[in-house]
């Protein structure tokens, strides 16, 4: 590549305090000593540089640093809102939107629980749904006892997995000391409330830690059972099959990767779940305002109520009743 | 204790008592979120009997960010960067995952220099040398093997100084006739060697290179 074959460079970025020394190897520069910075301390595309000469990676990466510079950050996981918020939003857009989330509300599901859209989404969903549902239950020792017994079983499977112990048990106990917290005072003798759910959730550290537990665990079980999920195994961006192991290290245990079919199906077997998933999606030919629902069931327990998530393209939200709280 | 450090901790503790892998994880100084890693040149390539060296830095929320890697020691190879030893890996960035440590990491890096990528390079000059001519390319990466990481047949253990003997061309990894030729017209050496490597005057690429393209570029 010369430097006279190159088009006209489009316009810049930002051209004030950037190195006057430009490494002779483009692809250096994001690696240089001192490169310019937004105020977070990630670099920006420096002046000599042409969008077209990056790689892939770095655009992904410059594309994600953009967006968390520009857009104020909301928090992991919200505050329950009423459905009617979410009715807003789409007031000036799509009637079949609408015309969907009026039937959800219809049918009970009057508020929403909503996840940052960062890829964790699902997991972090279903972990707090998960634990919400211990909180609330009429005979929370007795429910705890069994959702802590169930998490301790998939440690084989772990293990099969060839994971570190070292590194996914600190993961593990991130959520089994939540769980156990609703029963049992924890150091300041205190246990598990609404508030202190959502503050660890909120809390990235613990946060995410159980979001690597769940990834892991769905991960582990996939392994667990190739036979299972052979043939569902895609690359969600165009759709080739994917080798077992090139799915797991990339679409599941990979921190911010969506999750699809069959993660949900792997994790709600994984804990013996049932998983029931309303999709939000604008697809209403009958333009009666249906809303089709999903469920994964592994549930023993034919009496166990399901852990309910709002889909929409893309993305997932916890979806609530408020009658069925306190 | 704060989990980056217990982790981080753990990992250094986990790689002390691995004998079996060749994976090596220092201090630098007193921070145990700046290290050195090193482990040996994969053997059957032109890496073998070198020791390499990796800056490994933890940012602030590992492990749910990526540890930031890049060679110390000069690497010949299309997915590192000749001049600063960046790293192009997935894992060390979108498809970072807590589940990977440091040892894990490195252990990537090594089978990195097994199988270079030449179609996601990080080094676009390397990855043209890689695609032109593998033999001449592998002489070429022997070659800094030799000299940069204490390599087989090297000259870092002469006793001489290393700029005294280290050949210009080899390390560009051109022909010495190739840079004689031009440098007989009466350009400067340097600049020839310069010229030539941008060009990838190499293997059967240099039939598609005219002596007056090549000219052209040495009077600019």
Redesign the interface.
């Known amino acids: 590549?010369?430097q006279t074959s190159r088009p006209p460079s489009p316009p810049r970025l930002k051209t004030t305090g950037l190195p006057d020394d430009q490494?002779?190897?483009?692809?250096?520069v994001?690696?240089?000593e001192q490169p310019a910075t937004f105020l977070s301390g990630h670099p920006i595309l420096p002046e000599d540089m042409d969008i077209r000469d990056l790689?892939?990676?770095q655009l992904?990466?410059m594309n994600q640093n953009l967006l968390n510079e520009s857009v104020p950050q909301k928090p992991l996981i919200d505050e329950l809102a009423s459905m009617s918020v979410l009715r807003e939003e789409y007031e000036h857009g799509s009637a079949s939107f609408l015309r969907q989330i009026d039937y959800l509300t219809k049918d009970g599901y009057d508020c929403v629980r909503r996840t940052r859209g960062d890829g964790d989404c699902f997991y972090r969903s279903v972990a707090y749904a998960f634990v919400e549902r211990l909180l609330y239950s009429p005979d929370p020792t007795m429910a705890v006892g069994s959702a802590l017994s169930q998490i301790e079983s998939t440690l084989p499977m772990l293990t099969g997995a060839r994971?570190?112990p070292?590194?996914?048990e600190?993961?593990m106990e991130c959520f089994t000391t939540l769980i156990q917290s609703i029963v049992v005072p924890d150091r300041e003798g205190l246990t598990l409330t609404p508030q202190s759910l959502l503050d660890a959730f909120q809390q990235?550290?613990s946060s995410?830690?159980i979001v690597?537990y769940l990834?892991?665990l769905t991960s582990a079980q996939i392994r667990a059972d190739p036979d299972a999920y052979a043939g569902f195994l895609h690359d969600p961006d165009n759709y080739m099959e994917l080798q077992l192991e090139t799915f797991c290290?990339?679409y599941v245990?990979?921190?911010?990767k969506e999750a699809d079919h069959v993660q949900i199906a792997a994790l709600s077997r994984a804990l013996k779940i049932n998983v029931k998933i309303a999709y939000l999606d604008g697809r209403d030919p009958q333009e009666v305002g249906k809303v089709d629902f999903h469920e994964f069931i592994f549930a023993d327990d034919t009496t166990s109520s399901s852990l309910v998530l709002l889909y929409r393209p893309g993305h997932y939200d916890v979806l609530g009743r408020s009658s069925s709280r306190i | 204790m704060d989990a980056r450090l217990r982790r981080v901790n753990k990992e250094i503790t986990d790689c002390k008592n691995d004998k079996s892998s060749n994976i090596k994880i220092d201090l630098i100084d007193e921070s145990p979120f700046h290290l050195k890693g090193s482990f040996p040149g994969p053997q059957d390539t032109p890496y073998e009997g070198g020791h390499f060296e990796v800056d490994i830095v933890i940012p602030e929320s590992y492990p749910f960010q990526p540890v930031k890697m890049k060679f110390i020691t000069k690497v010949y190879h299309p997915n590192v960067s000749s001049a600063s030893g960046a790293i192009c890996l997935d894992i060390l960035k979108d498809a970072w995952s807590p589940v990977l440590t440091l040892k894990s990491t490195l252990i990537s890096l090594q089978s990195l220099l097994c199988s270079p990528e030449p179609n996601d390079p990080q080094d676009a000059e390397v990855a043209k040398h890689f695609t032109t001519s593998k033999r001449s390319f592998e002489e070429t990466a022997r070659y800094w093997t030799q000299i940069y990481a204490g390599g087989p047949g090297g000259i870092a253990k002469s006793g001489k100084s290393p700029e005294a003997v280290r050949d210009d061309v080899a390390i560009a990894g051109l022909e010495k006739a190739h840079v004689d030729q031009f440098e007989a017209i009466g350009f400067e050496r340097g600049k020839v060697i310069d010229v030539l490597r941008r060009l990838n005057y190499r293997g059967a690429n240099v039939a598609n290179i005219s002596e007056d393209r090549v000219v052209e570029e040495l009077l600019k």
Do not use: K
């Open positions: 590549m010369t490494p002779e190897d483009d692809h250096d994001f690696m240089s790689m892939p990676s992904y990466e994971f570190d070292f590194v996914y600190d993961f990235p550290e995410n830690s690597v990834r892991l290290q990339h245990e990979a921190v911010g």
